[in-house]
């Protein structure tokens, strides 16, 4: 499971470099993303552009991700493909999050 | 006529295995054509119902089995059936599959349970049955199915 992260200056952005996020990396997505969201911007960005599938395991570690940022921060999703869309639209943890179409769409409405 | 030979895939209990079992078990069901969104659907619940099966049935380490799933086409859809030797569903039921409370505390949101919600909402029919030592899951999902008869040559 490889991250890749940007920063600016109100924001950061962590790609996942992988076509899945299930059972099998779950933790290990869990793990990495604590390190890239450590410290810096209280904005997060999850590029998901990438991500063709994922299950209950990778959702309910993106949700882990987000509260590990604490409630001073915020977690935005981006580039979500049409099969990851509906598992958080299924399970209404859409609702929970900032869900951007594109990476480009969170960008330009995140930049302040 | 079904459009394919039902098939079997038999793994090994483990992540990595469920998988390419569920990359197998896609590309079995190649001449059913499935669309982008139906794939979907039967890759999502077999997955769920594998990763419980991984993670719930076969807890023990040092005894895990084996997963079987068994694929054919009918005229009402797809049908898996998924079998194991692991422990058995506590109140030899599956969960009710209620979807996860999101109108919630921060701290309190979800961050499992969705599993079985999912298979439930995606799945047409679902039916568990211990028999012996072993666990049966019977799946029906309403993909492939032919829209209407009507027109069609008797084969």
């Known amino acids: 499971m490889q991250l890749s992260t940007k920063t600016e200056e109100q924001l950061r952005i962590v790609s996942v470099r992988g076509e899945r996020i299930d059972a099998a990396v779950a933790l290990e997505f869990k793990d990495a993303m604590r390190v890239q969201t450590e410290d810096g911007p209280k904005t997060v960005v999850l590029d998901l552009s990438e991500v063709q599938f994922i299950d209950s395991s990778g959702l309910g570690a993106i949700v882990a991700a987000m509260k ?7 977690m935005a999703l981006a580039g979500l493909t049409p099969t990851v869309a509906r598992v958080f639209q299924l399970t209404r ?6 869900v951007f179409p594109t990476l480009d769409g969170a960008l330009d409405e995140l930049r302040l | 006529m079904p459009i394919f030979q039902p098939f079997t895939i038999s793994i090994r209990s483990d992540q990595m295995a469920v998988r390419s079992a569920l990359k197998d078990v896609l590309s079995g069901l190649g001449p059913l054509e499935l669309g982008s969104e139906e794939a979907g659907t ?7 119902a594998l990763n419980n099966v991984v993670e719930h049935a076969y807890t023990d380490t040092e005894t895990v089995g084996d997963i079987s799933i068994a694929c054919s086409h009918e005229r009402d859809g797809l049908h898996v059936q998924i079998t194991d030797q692991g422990k058995a569903m506590p109140n030899g039921t599956p969960p009710l599959g209620q979807p996860a409370e999101v109108d919630v505390e921060f701290d309190d949101l979800p961050e499992g349970g969705f599993g079985w919600f999912l298979i439930k909402d995606l799945a047409k029919d679902v039916s568990y049955e211990r028999v012996g030592s072993e666990n049966q899951l019977s799946i029906r999902l309403a993909v492939a199915i032919p829209t209407s008869d009507a027109g069609k040559s008797p084969s």
């Open chain 2, 42 to 48: 039967v890759e999502l619940v077999l997955a769920e």
């Open chain 1, 93 to 98: 943890m859409d609702s929970v999050f900032s």
């Open chain 1, 68 to 74: 590990n940022l604490g409630m001073d921060r915020k």
